[in-house]
């Protein structure tokens, strides 16, 4: 009874506590608490990032990294000789694994926060922190969805055959000049296969970039268009 005591105390209370009242089930409980925690930071890695195919899949490793930092300054903490030997130790320590995703750094520092709040008892703070990021996460999918209908930016590129003519293409530059808001000639180039012509845009709906596709067909049918938005419009 007085170990259920002590744990109810752990996950309630909101100061310190000493090791000696902790005891072995408190400590399990922590764990498992900061277990639980990592496992719901990946799920939010999973449910906000998972259609891009481009991350490391970082969240792997997110339970783990979770148990261990919790343990390690659980251990710290109450050995001053202790955490200055660990502090020295890590010191030399270097990571080289590369970050594919910035969002992964987020989601890396939020785990590491979650296991400090529970290495620290300060649980009362650890369900804030992930009710708060959880609400951030979800008013940025929001924001992204009601941005969606412009894009961020991009590259239009024109191929035209030579068989359409000279006067075709500078006709294709021209539309291309009118319709494209902010539009920017990026590059001109000619060989013996086509002409290829590149703009650069900003902040189009995809209705106008569609209709800036259909016009240039219809001048030239043997021209081919390709349109490349940058990074940010891809989300």
């Keep these: 009874m007085q170990e259920l005591d002590n744990i109810f105390q752990i996950l309630t209370g909101p100061g ?51 148990i261990s930092i919790t343990a390690i300054f659980i251990a710290i903490q109450f050995s001053l000789p202790l955490s200055l030997g660990l502090l020295g130790a890590l010191s030399i320590v270097r990571f080289r694994t590369p970050i594919k995703e910035p969002e992964e750094i987020g989601f890396i520092m939020l785990v590491i926060a979650a296991a400090l709040a529970c290495a620290t008892f300060k649980l009362a703070f650890l369900g804030l922190l992930l009710g708060v990021a959880t609400g951030a996460l979800a008013i940025q999918r929001l924001a992204t969805r009601l941005m969606s209908g412009t894009s961020g930016g991009g590259l239009v590129v024109v191929a035209v055959p030579p068989s359409e003519g000279e006067s075709v293409s500078r006709e294709i530059a021209d539309l291309l000049g009118e319709r494209l808001a902010e539009g920017r000639l990026e590059s001109l180039s000619r060989s013996e296969e086509s002409t290829v012509i590149s703009y650069t845009f900003r902040e189009l709906p ?30």
């Design 16 to 66: 310190s506590q000493a090791m000696s009242q902790v005891g072995l089930g408190g400590l399990l409980a922590l764990m498992a608490l900061s277990l639980a925690s990592s496992f719901f930071i990946a799920w939010l890695y999973r449910f906000f990032y998972a259609s891009r195919a481009t991350g490391s899949e970082a969240h792997r490793a997110f339970p783990l990294l979770g």
């Design 206 to 235: 995809a209705s106008t970039l569609l209709a800036v596709q259909a016009e240039v067909q219809a001048r030239s049918t043997g021209s081919t268009v390709s349109i490349f938005f940058n990074r940010a419009a891809a989300v």
